[in-house]
């Protein structure tokens, strides 16, 4: 558990929030990577992080939508 | 609260307390898991037969072209009834049950964790049951609208129609009690040192599955309470006449319809990943990523709900998007299916039964999940949609996946429920006349499908007969070969040889610790878990 609340360490939690849920989306991962990311992680992080990029996905698709289907 | 937790460690398992109600009334009055989770299986089963018996009506009437046996408008009333008690009556109680039975044996808990509740839960369920099927005895008899209600239909129909929506009402109510307790009880009701990430992966399955349903349940019940005051109170939600918009319902039922599908393949998936594991004697390949994975895949559920919808007039921009996210969606299901070949990769297999199950899950699965990704192609899908096409895929991932998995787990667990050895010859003869006759009856199907034959249609033209005979010979088939599950289920209760408390060499979790059949009262103290017994 890494508890601190200096700026590096929240931003490196972000990160390998982004990291787990990235690669839960493809499906696969190495154990080693997902025991580096998940070592300090608190699941709301986690759940947050899924929303957002979930938020984000529909986003890019919708912009590529815009992007092919321009008249 | 309970007796049990008063009597603690000293008192002798098994059910004989003075105080216990006896007969029926221990089954009305029962707060017992194992006894709820009874229930649950056997009025599954009951619904099984019942919405069978249906399809056996609908696949008659299409052995030849032309009416035989029963009018379009009674035709129509099978298809609906036979899709609605498949689901929420069949299929989703099953898996509740398998819930109820291995939950807290799995996690080491005493009981669920609202156990009045519990027994509240199943008891909704036959009412329900009973609205539905009496519904065809009334005047206009059940709904004949199809298994999605949609209007202007819904709006017009007769009292059958009000009878499946307060059917669904019930059942909506009673899924969300069961998903709040299966949520409680994994939250918190834990041993101590079984942290989440070593909790078995059926667990995982419905802890997911359970905030599905409390996502989607009420937006189902919204829906058919609009079609209710539609049709009763003078709003308009759905009728054009009064401003309203029937394909807003589209819109919400498969806000809720998209999500249910993984309501039903998750728990499937976490049966599959006990089962491959203990027969092929390897623990799960990819174990985190699988419930990363799982809690991704209900996430994404929850954003492709149009690509059943891709006929009704959206615009260009609108079938893109649904198109593109459904595609992109079957990637981490795709990668599931990757887990568990690589679990069997290498390992020391055997093929009992339930493992052919699973197997036949695996495979069947995959085919259903490759025409989803065909019908999810939008300019293939206006040329599909309503077809037999669809009916085929979504047999393949209900009945070969879903149900297939719920046969396995039915195996796999009855030595520890009854504490008797399935008949294992008969166990195989049920798999390989099941496995064949669903493909007789489905497969032709997407053949149907693409020359053009649409679904929920008593007569049809002459060119599509040979394929509708084949598929109905399989269907009863696959019928037939149900009453063989029945048989042995029932042997294997009365009698058989003695299962061990682990009767699956490579089985792992704190379920097969205890003894086979498991006592009335397990976990009254909470066990000690060793480094090993973590998850399955
Ligand atoms: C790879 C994953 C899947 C994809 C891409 C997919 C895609 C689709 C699409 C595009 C349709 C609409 C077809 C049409 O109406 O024209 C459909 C229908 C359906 N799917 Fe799937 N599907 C997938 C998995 C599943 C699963 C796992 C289940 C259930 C366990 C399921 C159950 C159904 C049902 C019940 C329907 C028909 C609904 C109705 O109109 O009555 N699908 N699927
Ligand atoms: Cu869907």
């Not at chain 1, 200096?6 to 839960?24: C, E, F, I, N, P």
């Not at chain 1, 025991?35 to 919708?62: H, K, T, W, Y």
């Not at chain 2, 609605?84 to 898996?95: D, S």
């Not at chain 2, 996946?401 to 010859?425: C, I, N, Q, R």
Request: charged letters at 10%.
């Amino acid at each position: 558990m890494s508890g601190g609340m200096t700026m590096v360490d929240r931003r490196a939690g972000l990160l390998q929030a982004l990291r787990t849920v990235l690669s839960a989306l493809i499906g696969v991962r190495h154990r080693r990577m997902h025991d580096e990311d998940s070592a300090g992680l608190r699941p709301i992080q986690v759940i947050v992080a899924g929303v957002v990029v979930v938020a984000v996905f529909v986003m890019a698709i919708i912009a590529f939508v815009q992007l092919v289907a321009i008249k | 609260m309970e007796a049990t937790h008063v009597h603690g460690a000293g008192h002798a398992h098994g059910d004989d307390h003075s105080h216990h109600p006896k007969g029926i009334m221990r089954w009305i009055t029962t707060t017992n898991h194992k006894d709820i989770g009874t229930m649950y299986l056997w009025f599954s089963f009951a619904m099984f037969m019942v919405g069978g018996a249906m399809a056996l009506i609908i696949r008659a009437e299409l052995f030849q072209p032309g009416l035989q046996y029963v009018e379009p408008e009674f035709f129509n009333q099978m298809i609906t009834l036979h899709g609605l008690i498949m689901v929420f009556g069949a299929i989703m109680p099953a898996f509740v049950g398998f819930a109820n039975w291995m939950i807290p044996m799995m996690i080491g808990a005493p009981d669920m964790a609202f156990a009045r509740m519990n027994n509240w839960s199943f008891w909704l369920l036959p009412p329900a049951g009973i609205l539905l099927t009496a519904s065809m005895f009334v005047p206009g008899g059940a709904a004949g609208t199809g298994w999605t209600l949609y209007p202007p239909l819904s709006i017009q129909m007769g009292i059958g129609m009000d009878m499946a929506i307060f059917a669904v009402h019930i059942l909506g109510m009673s899924s969300i009690m069961g998903s709040i307790n299966i949520v409680t009880t994994i939250l918190n009701l834990r041993a101590p040192g079984m942290t989440l990430m070593r909790m078995p992966m059926f667990c995982w399955t419905w802890l997911i599955t359970g905030y599905l349903l409390i996502a989607v349940m009420p937006v189902l019940a919204g829906a058919v309470t609009m079609i209710l005051t539609d049709r009763h109170f003078g709003t308009s939600f759905f009728s054009a006449a009064g401003g309203g918009d029937p394909v807003l319902f589209q819109h919400i039922f498969w806000f809720f319809g998209h999500p249910e599908v993984y309501i039903i393949a998750l728990p499937a998936f976490g049966v599959v990943s006990h089962v491959i594991p203990a027969f092929a004697r390897k623990p799960l390949f990819g174990y985190t990523s699988m419930v990363y994975a799982i809690a991704s895949i209900a996430l994404i559920s929850f954003i492709v709900w149009a690509h059943h919808m891709y006929v009704v007039g959206m615009p260009v921009a609108g079938q893109l998007y649904f198109m593109y996210a459904t595609i992109l969606i079957a990637v981490p299901t795709g990668v599931k299916v990757f887990n568990w070949v690589a679990t069997m990769w290498r390992g020391s297999m055997t093929f009992e039964t339930p493992m052919l199950f699973a197997l036949g899950f695996l495979f069947l699965f995959t085919i259903g999940g490759f025409t989803g990704l065909v019908l999810s192609n939008t300019a293939v899908d206006v040329q599909l949609q309503d077809t037999y096409y669809v009916v085929a895929h979504f047999h393949y991932v209900m009945v070969a996946g879903a149900l297939f998995s719920a046969f396995a787990a039915v195996y796999y667990w009855l030595p520890k429920w009854t504490g008797h050895m399935y008949d294992e010859t008969l166990g195989k003869w049920h798999f390989w006349l099941s496995l064949i006759s669903f493909n007789i009856a489905f497969f032709p199907q997407h053949f149907l499908g693409l020359a053009g034959m649409p679904r929920r249609i008593p007569d049809y033209a002459l060119q599509f007969t040979d394929f509708n005979q084949v598929s109905t010979f399989g269907a009863f088939g696959f019928g037939l070969s149900q009453l063989l599950f029945l048989y042995v289920v029932l042997k294997t209760i009365r009698g058989g040889e003695k299962a061990a408390a682990k009767p699956w060499e490579g089985a792992t979790g704190l379920e097969w610790t205890l003894p086979s059949p498991a006592p009335y009262h397990t976990f009254e103290e909470p066990p000690v878990l060793s480094e090993a017994k973590g998850h399955a």
